[in-house]
């Protein structure tokens, strides 16, 4: 499955935005999607991921209650809806996807997934 992410930017401290992680190639069905952030310097940390087929999400303690993932099966497309975004929120954020069925739940590892998208720049100035 190819990943195209979108939607990062420039925001100030407070703002929102939403990142897109369209899918092409297969459909998301049998997926696990994922969200990951990589800051300049540090390694790449899960921030949140979702079981196409069950719906169950879950976060990184640092973005719940602030971030929320979802998706739209018509788009085939996981959104990344992020709300109150700090400073410390600043990264390139990269969208994954690798096969997976619930009961299972969606893993929360960067070696567990098999496609990535390119990443897409979030910056968020204080």
């Known amino acids: 499955v190819q990943l195209q992410a979108s939607g990062g930017g420039l925001v100030q401290t407070g703002g929102s935005l939403r990142l897109s992680c369209a899918a092409s190639?297969?459909?998301?069905?049998?997926?696990?999607s994922g969200w990951f952030r990589q800051a300049p310097g540090k390694e790449r940390e899960f921030v949140a991921a979702?079981?196409?087929?069950?719906?169950?999400?879950r976060y990184a303690d640092s973005v719940l209650g602030r971030f929320t993932i979802s998706r739209d099966s018509a788009k085939n497309t996981v959104y990344l809806q992020m709300n109150s975004l700090k400073p410390e929120d600043t990264a390139v954020y990269y969208c994954?996807?690798?096969?997976?069925?619930?009961?299972?739940?969606?893993?929360?590892?960067?070696?567990?997934?098999?496609?990535w998208g390119q990443g897409t720049l979030v910056t968020v100035s204080s």
């Open positions: 994954a996807a690798d096969r997976g069925l619930a009961p299972r739940s969606a893993p929360t590892q960067p070696g567990d997934y098999g496609s």
């Open positions: 979702i079981s196409w087929s069950s719906g169950r999400m």
């Open positions: 190639g297969r459909t998301f069905s049998s997926y696990f």
